[in-house]
């Protein structure tokens, strides 16, 4: 049984999943702000400035921030009309979960959400989260898994994802190694958000496996920005899942910090299957900017059921394949 926010439901009933999405979220205390700004920079984000954001995300401040109800529902409608069912939204307190509202977002579209326990990476932590125990940060997840959000009675039903920075600090490796203890008592799945341009998935998976959560039940996440097929391989054989969940996400800083395209993606994608790893992807857009939501010009979170499943066919993958990293794979990571 899977944990939603009306509910427990089979895995069976998962069907069609983006693997890692958010639907509310807050990164702004996440930004790093100089004082050197553009004027631009604290203006509110429509689709009539979305061009600032096309190389850099936050170049506007306001895109880091996903809210209101009316246009949640909008977004998630559409992703129901390309053919999605669940949606697994990874915010965690520090960037803006909100369990009440996905109750209602979720009776409103149909669609499962899926919400996430734990703590980001450290620029968000809480001030709290220093002084706090292991086993303290462990009960923390215990109470969101098997009593309730709060006092919502909305449980999670994933664990992460758990923040890790470029160098994972000492805060972080204590969130992880809690993560770890209560991913092995649950089974459930643990999403880690990894730093885009290092190599700590390696780390990340030693931390977890030493308290006991199994290969198959660990998610290394964003290994689709900076694409390395070595290192991705050797997660793999090291049994774990890993997402490309930027599908939607091409922004060029510069050639040694830029981001991937989604054909670029695509083909990786492609090798990896041919070498038999079609078993441990999952797929996302992560959605996580305004500017990704169709209602501010984006491709919303059907992206990955229209433009990026017709390039995947389009470029060798069988429909068959594609739809199976979104069905049977993340069913086979949140089932408990």
């Known amino acids: 049984m899977i944990n939603t926010v009306l509910g427990e439901i089979k895995k069976d009933d998962l069907k069609v999943t983006s693997a890692h999405e958010h639907v509310f979220i807050d990164m702004r205390k996440c930004v790093d702000i100089t004082g050197e700004e553009k004027e631009s920079f604290f203006k509110p984000f ?185 290192y991705i391989k050797k997660l793999l054989k090291r049994g774990v899942f890993v997402e490309f969940d930027n599908f939607g996400k091409e922004f060029y800083l510069s050639e040694s910090r830029r981001f991937a395209y989604d054909l670029e993606r695509i083909k990786l994608l492609k090798e990896l299957i041919s070498e038999g790893y079609e078993n441990q992807i999952l797929i996302s857009n992560d959605i996580c900017l305004k500017s990704m939501w169709k209602t501010f010009g984006g491709n919303g979170y059907g992206h990955i059921l229209r433009g990026v499943k017709f390039m995947a066919t389009e470029n060798g993958i069988e429909e068959q394949t594609y739809m199976k990293m979104l069905t049977v794979n993340p069913a086979e990571f949140l089932e408990s």
Do not use: W
């Open 46 to 230: 429509d689709v009539r400035n979305r061009n600032e954001v096309f190389s850099d995300p936050y170049a506007i401040l306001d895109n880091a921030l996903l809210s209101g109800i009316d246009d949640a529902v909008y977004e998630l409608e559409d992703f129901a009309l390309a053919g999605g069912n669940t949606i697994v939204d990874c915010t965690l307190d520090e960037i803006g979960r909100d369990p009440l509202a996905m109750r209602e977002i979720s009776k409103k579209t149909g669609v499962n959400i899926i919400l996430g326990c734990g703590h980001y990476y450290h620029k968000a932590h809480f001030s709290y989260v220093k002084k706090a125990s292991v086993e303290s940060l462990a009960d923390e997840m215990r109470k969101d898994i098997f009593v309730g959000i709060c006092d919502t009675g909305i449980k999670s039903g994933v664990i992460g994802e758990i923040g890790t920075s470029a160098t994972v600090t000492d805060d972080e490796k204590k969130v992880l190694k809690a993560a770890g203890i209560v991913g092995a008592e649950s089974n459930f799945g643990v999403h880690v958000h990894t730093d885009l341009y290092t190599e700590n998935g390696f780390l990340v998976a030693d931390i977890l496996q030493n308290e006991g959560v199994r290969a198959n039940k660990i998610c290394i996440d964003h290994v689709d920005v900076l694409l390395r097929p070595d």
